[in-house]
């Protein structure tokens, strides 16, 4: 009789996927905004200034609140999965350890022939988890750095603008 090797599978599995989906668009989303960000910054430049100069602080603090709504986008998603991916990759695991005991019977001993290496994928959720947490967290943390620092130089840049005379 052959034992099932336990590994990750089931509604886990479907969960774990689309977060991972999830995050990675987010992730590539970001890097393609970031991206367009730095080639568009001389033209940025330009609207923030003229933005100054017609309208003032205040429709200025406007724009630069508009940009950093854009500049959130997809924070929420990545704080989240920093926190279930993990969670969930767990729960894969208990579900796992709990059909590798249950093969092993009423004795806990391992059937003849049984493969011990192949239990070793009962952990494979956890590090999944692991790793889509840290892949959330590196977009999130990257995404917040140029947030701020960008809004940090516009507002310098609209500190020390002053209008043509």
Excluded at 22 to 40: E, F, K, L, P
Excluded at 44 to 69: K, T
């Amino acid at each position: 009789m052959k034992t099932p090797v336990p590994g990750i599978h089931g509604p886990i599995a479907l969960l774990l996927l689309l977060l991972s989906i999830a995050v990675v668009t987010v992730v590539i989303d970001r890097g393609r905004y970031w991206w367009s960000w730095w080639r568009g910054r001389a033209s940025r430049r330009q609207q923030w200034e003229r933005v100054l100069a017609d309208h003032g602080e205040p429709a200025a603090g406007r724009l630069l609140e508009d940009w950093e709504l854009e500049m959130r986008f997809g924070e929420p998603l990545l704080q989240a999965a920093i926190v279930l991916a993990p969670l969930l990759g767990l729960v894969g695991t208990v579900l796992g350890l709990m059909q590798v005991l249950a093969s092993l019977g009423p004795q806990l001993l391992l059937p003849a022939g049984a493969n011990l290496a192949g239990f070793g994928q009962v952990l494979l959720s956890t590090a999944l988890g692991l790793i889509l947490s840290l892949i959330a967290s590196t977009g999130l943390f990257a995404n917040q750095w140029l947030r701020r620092s960008q809004c940090l130089r516009l507002q310098r840049l609209g500190r020390a603008w002053a209008p043509p005379a």
